[in-house]
Each structure stands twice: as structure tokens, then as C-alpha cells.
């Protein structure tokens, strides 16, 4: 992502800045790391704390499978910048399920069949749960104009619905 | 996306202080379209000054009736605020025509006023654009302009304002508060933005070094008779072709006053104070709306691939201020044509 040349400098002569120290909780964890400036939150996910579960998608906002929930909202991690989260609580798909029951929306897809390959589950429902906690969504048609934000190539539109109204029935 | 220093502004002063001393630098916020804009190199600043823990996040009643929306307010928050749904919900729904619920919780205030063009052409590095490299010529006059302007265009660019939430803000009088180094200064929101020119690299009126630290809405809603009709290629999470703010008082079932402007359609927000007078004093019929329409668009200008967006236009126009009319807004959730 970010070119330097290999005497560690960037190609047009700004000095690389020091790793910065960021503090986060992750999935009730407390991390410390030092990062480049530029390290995404997904990035830092995935690279430094090795939790993969988290998808690397379109990288630009448009797709959705890096969507985690940070301070309990749900954003795209691959816009928000590492550094700028420190101090904040993120929970990623590897910390939704609790003493080793699943989430009721991981269940629920599970239930509805409500993905094909898989890569955009992860973010669909990390999504899901900011759905639930923000309480906006009711019927059907609300679920899917506040879901658009997730992409899924294989389609599995309907049955994401229907699993994301099972999990709204048992909160 | 190359290297760059990140630093924190511990208030507003310090805020200006940093980038005065770093020109090259930019302001940070949600975010959402500034690192996509590096990642894309299209945005290349020496340095980020992290504004995102200014003390900017609170919506205030004004002494005058109306309300001071903190530049950093997320975009989600600001439409699902109590008095903004209530007193301005033609605001609160244009907020929620825009972008994804991740992307408007991350998004602020004042960076949703600064996002930048999605024209192909200004985030391809590979082809001419006067707005990324000044000079360099326009692409899409002659090339893939379907998305593109079809009022207040220049031969030097066709771009699109991409906001949903400003063409609401222009509609409602709003004003942008920014601070500098010269000062602090108020801003009508139809003077914000600007037309393309041939300075199309400068989407604003803000002076170097400036900061956007609110928006003021002045007291009147158009809460009762609104709406935002937003047009687009999918029925979610995509930029408008063609959006219209509505707002009508009526007396009966004349128009006492009116607020029209359009997204999608001109390098900003556009609001054409004729087609408003056109609409005042006369019934609220689809004769009056059609004229309107019509005053609105006496300019416009199609390219080879975006023609459709003027009768577009006319029919959003005339569709959304019959919906403001009847007290039926579009809710951004419901996808009937009607």
C-alpha cells in the first residue's frame, strides 16, 4: 500500500515517521502496538494481531466484509485509520460468540443457509449486530435499505434477511 | 497511499496553528472519503492533523430558534437526532439517502460539506483532469459522463457535488461556521460551494487554513410538507443521478413559500431562487410544479451520455414537490415510485 524504497524512505523523499504506540481492546483484550500511521484498523486486525476473520474486500468503503463494531458501532475498518482508534473497544467476528455459543445472528445464518462462498459473512454480520443495537430496522424492506452497505456476490440476499429477522426475535 | 507524519490539533487554534505551519498537511475526521483518496493517490498530503477529538460533537439550540450542529457530529447521529427528525426531517432523510450505515457513522459534519467529486476521471490517475491537476484538460466532456453536471458546467469541468446531505442543507438557508487564520467567519451555505470555472481544483469557498467548525440551521423546517427524492442507478447505497429537496408552506392550497434545489445535476448543491419565486403565490398543482421544472432548467446543458438527466430532472421536480405537497414524503426505505 504504501511505496518506500529500500533504504526505508518513501519514493518522494518525506522521512517514514516513527511506529506510533495505539491502545485498543479487541474482543475484550487490551493490545498494545506500535503502528505506521497509515495502518488501517483492518490492516492492524488481520497483520498485527493475526485475527483474519475480519474480510479484505474492495479496501475503498464499497463492499462491507471489513465491517467491525467499534465503541458498538459498526464502520468499515479499511477507511478508519489504526492510530485514530486508540483508547477504543473493537469487537471483530472472532468476539461475538460468548463460552462458546454462538451469536444468535451467527446461528441464525447458520439456520437460513445465508451465505455460498462466505467471505462477506463475517461482515454481514458484524453489520447485522450494529443493526440490532441501533434498533432502527423493523420490517423487511428496513432491513435491507440498512444493510446495503454489505455487498454479497453470491446473492444470498433473502436468506441474509431472514436470518438477520430470526435473530431480531430472540435479542 | 505514501508516507505521511499524524499529528492530533488539541482544539481549534491549534488546529490552524498545525496546518498553517504545513500547508501540504490536511485535517482528518471520519475519514471515509480522505483515505480512500490516498489509497488512490489522488490525495498525497505530507501530513493527517487528527480533528476527530475536538470537542465539536454536540447539536445546540440556537437564541434565534434554530440549531448548531457540530462539525463532527457523525452523519448517522445528526439524522436520527431528536430535533432534527422532528424539525427538520427533510434533512434527517436526505442524511439517510447517503452512502451505508457504517459509512454515516463514521462520516462527519463538516467532512460530508468537504467530500470530494466521484467523477471516474478525478480518481483516475491515469487520465487528464482539470480538478486533480489543474490544466491537464477534462476526460469526461468527451468521455463517460453519465453520472456528470448538466447546470453551471464550464469547458474545464463537468464533475458532480456528490453530497445528498448538502442539497437539504442549501434548501434549508443553512450556514457553515469556519475559523482560520484570520479569524472566525459565517458562511451562507448556497456560497460554500462553488461552479467549476477555471479554478475547477476548488470545490469551496473556505480560504487556506480555514476549518469548518458547525453548521446553523435557521429556525424553519418545512417539517410539515417536505420531502427528498433521491435517483439512482441501484435502489440503495449509490450516488444520485438526480436528487431534489422539497419544502412548501402552504395557506390552503396555495404555496406561500418554497425551497427547491437538486443533487446530482452541478458542481454544488444547486438552488435557483426564480423557480422558487415561480412557486409562490400560485396552487399547488402539477401545472405550477412543471413550470417550475421547467424555470429550473432553462439552462441545462446534456453530454453525450447524461442528455436523460434533464427530462430526469423535470419528472423528479415535479414528482417530489407533489409528494411535498400531499404531506408524503419518500422514506428512504420505501423504493415505491409514487
Redesign the interface.
Same mark, same amino acid.
Given at each position: 500500500m504504501t511505496r518506500t524504497s529500500p533504504q526505508g524512505r518513501a519514493e518522494d523523499g518525506i522521512s517514514l515517521p516513527e511506529k506510533l504506540p495505539v491502545a485498543i481492546t479487541v474482543n475484550g483484550v487490551a493490545r498494545q502496538l506500535r503502528l505506521a500511521p497509515w495502518t488501517t484498523l483492518l490492516d492492524a486486525l488481520r497483520d498485527h494481531l493475526g485475527l483474519t476473520g475480519t474480510k479484505k474486500g474492495c479496501d475503498h468503503g464499497q463492499c462491507g466484509a471489513c465491517t467491525v463494531l467499534v465503541d458498538g458501532r459498526r464502520i468499515n475498518s479499511c477507511l478508519a485509520l489504526a492510530v485514530m482508534q486508540d483508547g477504543a473497544s473493537v469487537t471483530t467476528i472472532e468476539g461475538l460468540a460468548s463460552n462458546g455459543v454462538l451469536h444468535a445472528l451467527q446461528q441464525a445464518f447458520i439456520d437460513h443457509d445465508a451465505f455460498q462462498c462466505g467471505y462477506c459473512t463475517p461482515g454481514q454480520i458484524c453489520s447485522a449486530a450494529g443493526l440490532l443495537a441501533e434498533g432502527r430496522a423493523g420490517s423487511a424492506e428496513e432491513i435491507r435499505e440498512l444493510m446495503s452497505g454489505n455487498i454479497c456476490r453470491c446473492g444470498a440476499y433473502p436468506n441474509i434477511v431472514a436470518a438477520i429477522q430470526q435473530a431480531m426475535g430472540q435479542p | +497511499?505514501?508516507?505521511? *507524519?499524524?499529528s492530533r490539533a488539541q482544539d481549534v487554534a491549534d488546529a490552524v496553528r498545525q496546518i498553517a505551519a504545513e500547508p501540504s498537511a490536511k485535517f482528518?475526521a471520519g475519514?471515509?472519503n480522505l483515505?480512500?483518496l +490516498?489509497?488512490q493517490d489522488v490525495e498525497?498530503p /505530507?501530513r $493527517?492533523i487528527?480533528i %476527530?477529538r475536538l470537542p465539536l460533537r454536540s447539536v445546540e439550540e440556537t437564541a434565534s430558534g434554530g440549531l448548531r450542529i457540530g462539525a463532527l457530529v457523525p452523519n448517522?447521529d445528526l439524522a436520527?437526532h431528536p430535533l432534527i427528525a422532528q424539525r427538520y426531517p427533510m434533512l434527517a432523510s436526505s442524511i439517510l439517502a447517503g452512502? /451505508?450505515? *457504517?459509512?454515516r457513522? +463514521?462520516a462527519s459534519t463538516g467532512g460530508n460539506l468537504l467530500q470530494r467529486t466521484r467523477c471516474y476521471y478525478f480518481y483516475d490517475t491515469a487520465t487528464p483532469c482539470n480538478k486533480r491537476v489543474p490544466g491537464s484538460g477534462c476526460s469526461a466532456i468527451a468521455g463517460l459522463n453519465r453520472m456528470h453536471a448538466i447546470l453551471g458546467t464550464s469547458e474545464s469541468c463537468i464533475a458532480t457535488h456528490p453530497s445528498d446531505m448538502c442539497v437539504a442543507l442549501v434548501a434549508l438557508d443553512a450556514t457553515v461556521h469556519v475559523a482560520g487564520p484570520a479569524g472566525a467567519r459565517v458562511i451562507a451555505f448556497a456560497d460554500f460551494h462553488r461552479l467549476p470555472g477555471d479554478e475547477p481544483q476548488r470545490d469551496t469557498t473556505l480560504q487556506d487554513g480555514e476549518i469548518v467548525t458547525a453548521v446553523e440551521l435557521p429556525e424553519r423546517g418545512f417539517s410539515a410538507h417536505y420531502t427528498y427524492l433521491k435517483i439512482r442507478d441501484r $435502489? %440503495?447505497?449509490a450516488f444520485a443521478l438526480v436528487s431534489v429537496a422539497a419544502g412548501l408552506e402552504l395557506e390552503g392550497d396555495r404555496i406561500k413559500d418554497a425551497r427547491l434545489a437538486l443533487g446530482g445535476v452541478a458542481h454544488k448543491p444547486w438552488r435557483d431562487p426564480t423557480a422558487e419565486t415561480a412557486l409562490r403565490g400560485q396552487p399547488a398543482s402539477q401545472a405550477t410544479f412543471a413550470s417550475a421544472a421547467t424555470i429550473l432548467l432553462r439552462d441545462a446543458k446534456g453530454y453525450e451520455h447524461n442528455r436523460f438527466k434533464i427530462d430526469l430532472a423535470r419528472r423528479a421536480i415535479v414528482r417530489a414537490l407533489t409528494q411535498a405537497a400531499a404531506g408524503t414524503p419518500q422514506l *428512504? /426505505? %420505501?423504493?415505491k415510485i409514487a
Open positions: - | +497511499m505514501i508516507g505521511f *507524519q499524524y482528518i475519514g471515509t483515505i480512500d +490516498m489509497k498525497r /505530507s $493527517l487528527d %476527530s448517522a436520527y452512502a /451505508s450505515a *457504517q459509512l457513522n +463514521m $435502489l %440503495s447505497y *428512504q /426505505s %420505501s423504493k
